[in-house]
Every structure is written in C-alpha cells, then in structure tokens.
C-alpha cells in the first residue's frame, strides 16, 4: 500500500534581510511540502501578501519596518489564519511567539536540520486541523441530514447515514444498510457488499440510525429488519438471522425479546 501524499503548504516568507530571504528561500525550494507563494519586506508588505494569497504556512520575522512580526499577526483579520513559524535572532521574544499560539519559534541563525523539525511541527498541526476540519464538516452534515432533531425520518426524505472515508464524506442511505457490528472503537457498516468503517460507540451510532427500521440483536451487532428473510431457532434461546445478502447473524439470547417485538410489529 502507498503512503498517503503530504499536502503542499502556500507558503510566505517575510524577511527584511535579503541575505536571510534568500538563505530562507534556498532552504524551503527543496522541499517537497513546500510550495512559496509570496514573500515580504516589511509589516505593511506582508499583510498585504497574506490577505491577497491566503497562504497555509507564514515564516514571519518579528523585528521589521513599519510593523513588527506580532502587530502583522495581530492585524490579521479573519476566521481561518495561517500557520506561523516566527524567526528572529533575539531569544527573548520566545514566550509572547507562543502566546500567540506560533508553531515554532526560529532563533537566527539556524541551520537546515532545525527548519526541518519545525516544518515536522507545522505538518503535525496542519494534519490536526485538518482533522478536526474533517470533524465539523461531518456533524455539520449530519445535522442537515436529521435536521438538528436526531434519526426521525421526515415525511418523504430518505435518512442517511454520514461517513468519513478517505478524507471525504460519503452519505449512504439507512435503507442500504444489511447490518453493523463492532470491532472495538469502530463500526463496520455493511452496505451492498461493502464495508464501511466508522470510529464510534455502538451507542453514539445507535443514536443517529432510524430506530424503527434497526434492532441491536447482540451487544456488537445491529441490523435493518427489513433484511431479515429467516429467523432460525437455536439452543438456550439464541437464534441465528439469515439475511437476504446471504449473511448469518446469531440473535443473543438477551436481545431475543427485542428483535420478536420487532417483527411481529
């Protein structure tokens, strides 16, 4: 199996030393993760650049003409900033550069093994942002799918259920669902031939299924009656379901009154 592909951060470099711009572009133009989209020569520059190119990534010096590095980021307006790696050669702006929540912090002069474990560092939480990005797109899908009132079904609509799945959201609807089981942490839904994998409790997962329509059969196991097509008895009241995709699930003997209610309603 390939590794998955890093992304390519747009990247800014604010330096007001030429000297350092171009020790700084030398060092960034090989790597891979890379991708310079503007640089700066001054606070005034680099706002400008940063709201016209919307970067991932800013290598921001902090003591500069007309604005230091600090009253750039302070300007800076809008919900989504941009990663900052702060560089300059004085020590002591190291605690207010993490105050304001900076990746890493550069001292000058560094060399290019010290680049590379910051670069490590901005990956790691561009990878969490991403992440929780991931997150809120999902419940805010979710939300739309149930309109903010949980797995009720609206006259006409066809509940869905949303999964994340290599970096996407994929909607699959509750009737194409045969049966989901746990496998520690995570559910595998089972849909048309497929399994899907969803990191969740059985609990959290029960609550966004329509309840009319799937029955928990065992502490592990959930499934869409409406796939059932046989009930077959078995010893110390357990029983088996045959589905109509050809599966075999085995009823516990706890959840046997629950899955008789629900077919004889």
Not at 98 to 117: G, I, M, Q, T
Not at 123 to 130: D, I, K, N, S, V
């Amino acid at each position: 199996m390939s590794e998955p592909k890093l992304p390519s951060l747009r990247t800014v470099i604010v330096e007001d030393e030429p000297i350092a711009m171009l020790q700084m572009k030398s060092m960034l133009q090989g790597c891979p993760t890379i991708e310079i989209v503007g640089e700066a020569r001054n606070g005034k520059q680099a706002l400008d650049v940063i709201q016209d190119v919307q970067p991932d990534l800013v290598f921001l010096d902090i003591q500069m003409p007309v604005l230091t590095g600090f009253e750039v980021l302070k300007a800076l307006q809008g919900d989504t900033l941009p990663l900052i790696v702060f560089t300059t050669a004085y020590e002591e702006y190291a605690v207010q550069a993490f105050d304001l929540h900076a990746v890493d912090y550069l001292l000058k002069p560094f060399s290019e093994e010290r680049l590379n474990k910051a670069l490590a560092r901005v990956m790691e939480r561009w990878q969490l942002a991403e992440e929780d990005q991931k997150g809120t797109l999902l419940q805010a899908v979710e939300f739309i799918l149930n309109k903010g009132e949980g797995p009720s079904v609206s006259a006409g609509a066809e509940p869905k259920l949303a999964i994340k799945e290599s970096g996407e959201v994929l909607l699959i609807p509750q009737t194409e669902i045969d049966w989901v089981d746990a496998a520690g942490d995570y559910m595998c839904i089972h849909s048309k031939g497929q399994t899907h994998i969803q990191r969740c409790t059985m609990k959290q997962l029960l609550e966004k299924l329509d309840s009319r329509r799937f029955c928990r059969i065992h502490r592990s196991t959930v499934v869409n009656v409406d796939r059932i097509t046989k009930v077959i008895p078995h010893t110390k009241g357990e029983s088996f379901l045959m589905l109509d995709c050809g599966e075999k699930l085995k009823v516990s003997r706890n959840c046997r009154e629950a899955i008789q209610q629900f077919l004889a309603s």
